[in-house]
């Protein structure tokens, strides 16, 4: 199964490929799309929509896990990190790419077996899991590529992934 891993942002948005076979990952590719601080909003969010268009389209994964939204105290800040969520999840499903979505303490569980673990430690075991010689910055490409892993990990993830052999067996496909 391939899965993309975003975690979403306006100014950056992170994203890491793997592929996940018989408990392996495989990284393909991972980076940052990033904007100008000082462009047009909307012009930011276009720019996120075309990137993330061509990224869909290179990696064509079979899944996209993508962080939900979560916030303490600027609501300023909240709101544009949704909208610039919800034109990645649009570019998703306009690609017909099945979006799954996990909190951060899902995140941080799966990947390090304790839901309140620190960044640095879930950022060390991605680095450790997808055998990488250093953990990939910026810190969202990181936080992308751990998305990628839980949704790997993830009892929906293998659900999935039954159902759709099911329908290649069927002749859906």
Do not use: W
């Amino acid at each position: 199964m391939r899965i993309l891993g975003i975690d979403p942002g306006y100014a950056i948005v992170g994203f890491g490929a793997v592929d996940y076979e018989r408990n392996q990952f495989t990284t393909l590719q991972y980076g940052a799309i990033t904007t100008r601080s000082h462009t047009v909003f909307e012009d930011r969010l276009e720019e996120i929509y075309t990137d993330m268009t061509q990224l869909l389209d290179t990696v064509r994964p079979d899944a996209v896990a993508i962080e939900t939204l979560f916030y303490t105290t600027n609501q300023k800040t909240v709101i544009a990190v949704a909208e610039a969520r919800g034109v990645i999840l649009l570019c998703a499903k306009l690609a017909r790419v099945p979006i799954f979505e996990y909190t951060p303490l899902q995140v941080k569980q799966s990947v390090s077996g304790y839901g309140r673990a620190p960044k640095k430690q879930v950022q060390e075991m991605t680095r450790r899991i997808l055998r990488l010689p250093e953990v990939p910055k910026p810190d969202d490409t990181a936080d992308a590529l751990a998305m990628a892993i839980c949704h790997g990990y993830s009892f929906r993830s293998r659900q999935y992934g039954i159902a759709q052999t099911r329908r290649q067996q069927m002749g859906y496909y």
